[in-house]
């Protein structure tokens, strides 16, 4: 069982920044490959970046690539999984949901455990 916990949204002005964090509990953190995902309103949640397990490969999608990116700190008393996002725009408004899995991790079909979501809003 893993639980994750998010913090750091807010609200911010087009071009500014902020650091996505995600708390997760159990002694697998490790294990697991971490991620990213977001979901504005009317839309599908949607993947933003995953980092592997010993944090040495990271993919994003298209639209973050180059302003966003993604870390982790797997020191036990850390567990921690980390979200930059830099120039941020207004269509980075949405709800962003940490996520963990032992599998690609590409869909949301292949997370295996969600955060609670934490509220990001760009305004122009």
């Known amino acids: 069982q893993v639980q994750l916990v998010e913090s750091g949204g807010g609200l911010v002005q087009a071009g500014g920044s902020l650091r996505l964090s995600c708390a997760a509990s159990g002694r697998t953190f490790s294990g697991y490959r971490m991620g990213w995902f977001r979901q504005a309103p009317g839309k599908e949640r949607e993947f933003v970046a995953r980092?592997?397990?010993?944090?040495?490969?990271?993919?994003?999608a298209d639209s973050v690539k180059g302003r966003f990116t993604i870390s982790r700190d797997n020191d036990s008393a850390k567990n921690t999984v980390y979200l930059q996002m830099n120039s941020l725009k207004p269509e980075d408004t949405a709800v962003y949901y940490c996520?963990?899995?032992?599998?690609?991790?590409?869909?949301?079909?292949?997370?295996?455990?969600w955060g609670q979501g934490t509220q990001v809003t760009c305004s122009s």
């Open positions: 996520a963990a899995s032992r599998l690609a991790m590409i869909t949301p079909a292949q997370v295996g455990y």
């Open positions: 980092i592997s397990t010993a944090g040495d490969i990271t993919y994003y």
